[in-house]
Antibody, heavy 118, light 111 residues
Framework: EVQLVQSGGGLVQPGGSLRLSCTASGFTLSDYYMGWVRQAPGMGLLWVSRINGDGSSISYADFVRGRFTISRDDAKSTLFLQMNSLRDGDTAVYYC???????????WGQGTAVTVSS | DILMTQSPNSLSVTPGEPASISCRSS???????????FDWYLQRPGQSPQLLIH???NRASGVPDRFSGSGSGTDFTLKISRVEAEDVGVYYCMQTLQIPYTFGQGTKLKI
């Protein structure tokens, strides 16, 4: 079965760090672009970051650039999002997703909640 | 950034009746290759989003044929021919033509 299983997340103080993981099964991670999307409580979806198949092309939304780092370990079939200098406004459910045919997010993880609060 | 604007923000539909959601982008989503990088997603309550339509009009695998996508350039429409109870949730449009990828604000469908 093709799926993405997420881990990490939790409660962190402002200024702190967290690392999210997203493990793929049923497909070869290196064959696909992958991305992260977040959803603040009661709000809509917001694209965060994207990485290509070999990690040579990475993009970020302006509101996380310089603080978040997307990476991948294809040997472990795992995508990561390292989040540093966290702010209250980063509180959200974070989803990893596969960019499938022609740029659509065709497979999504179950989501992991990140709460930034003192 | 490409702005995506959906309408309406919410709609209430009787089961068996049709429904339609519109999405407008602030610039054309047509790529030089001829593909239009526009998608529709459904997020059911308490669930992750799921892909319904990609490239403007192509149903994703497993999506019932009561869902259809149409449009081109900057104006797109998602139609549900006969709404069922399981269609409840929030519908989002999204563009992946240009970084940053952007979503519409969402349309909540209620029964």
């Amino acid at each position: 079965e093709v799926q993405l299983v997420q881990s990490g997340g939790g409660l962190v103080q402002p200024g702190g760090s967290l690392r999210l993981s997203c493990t793929a099964s049923g497909f070869t991670l290196s064959d696909y672009y992958m991305g992260w999307v977040r959803q603040a409580p009661g709000m809509g979806l917001l694209w965060v970051s994207r990485i290509n198949g070999d990690g040579s092309s990475i993009s970020y939304a302006d509101f996380v650039r310089g603080r978040f780092t997307i990476s991948r370990d294809d040997a472990k079939s795992t995508l990561f999002l390292q989040m540093n200098s966290l702010r209250d406004g980063d509180t959200a459910v974070y989803y990893c997703a596969r960019l499938g045919v022609r740029g659509a997010f065709d497979i999504w993880g179950q989501g992991t909640a990140v709460t930034v609060s003192s | 950034d490409i702005l995506m604007t959906q309408s309406p923000n919410s709609l209430s539909v009787t089961p068996g009746e049709p429904a339609s959601i519109s999405c407008r982008s602030s610039q054309s989503l047509l790529h030089r290759t001829g593909y239009t990088y526009f998608d529709w997603y459904l997020q059911r309550p308490g669930q992750s989003p799921q892909l319904l339509i990609h490239l403007g009009s192509n149903r994703a695998s497993g999506v019932p044929d009561r869902f259809s996508g149409s449009g081109s350039g900057t104006d797109f429409t998602l139609k549900i021919s006969r709404v069922e109870a399981e269609d409840v949730g929030v519908y989002y449009c999204m563009q992946t033509l240009q970084i940053p990828y952007t979503f519409g604000q969402g349309t909540k469908l209620k029964i």
